[in-house]
């Protein structure tokens, strides 16, 4: 074999090692990728169901919150209306001279 013959030999037997080693380098990102991808979909979803989940929760404990407070309002209507009534009654007994 030629001195050319050998160094094209060596160029290309290197060439191919890079090739290789790329490729297998290729693979293992691959790989990562699609665990971290498998991973990725995981925990979105895990998570859109924890997120869902509380989301629902508070929503209830709001509605409770807001029923209470509606009763509030209604009894507190309620205590105004009877001391409006009495002020009333107070007011034409004053004005009756009673």
Do not use: C, P, W, Y
């Amino acid at each position: 074999m030629s001195d050319n013959a050998q160094a094209d030999s060596h160029a290309i037997h290197e060439l191919d090692t890079l090739v290789r080693h790329l490729a297998d380098e290729l693979a293992a990102f691959r790989r990562r990728a699609l665990t971290a991808e498998s991973r990725l979909k995981e925990v979105e979803s895990h998570d859109g169901g924890v997120v869902a989940l509380d989301l629902s929760a508070r929503v209830t404990q709001l509605e409770e919150e807001n029923e209470k407070l509606r009763t509030r309002l209604d009894e507190a209507a309620a205590r105004t209306k009877q001391m409006l009534d009495r002020v009333r009654f107070l007011r034409q007994q004053a004005q009756t001279g009673g």
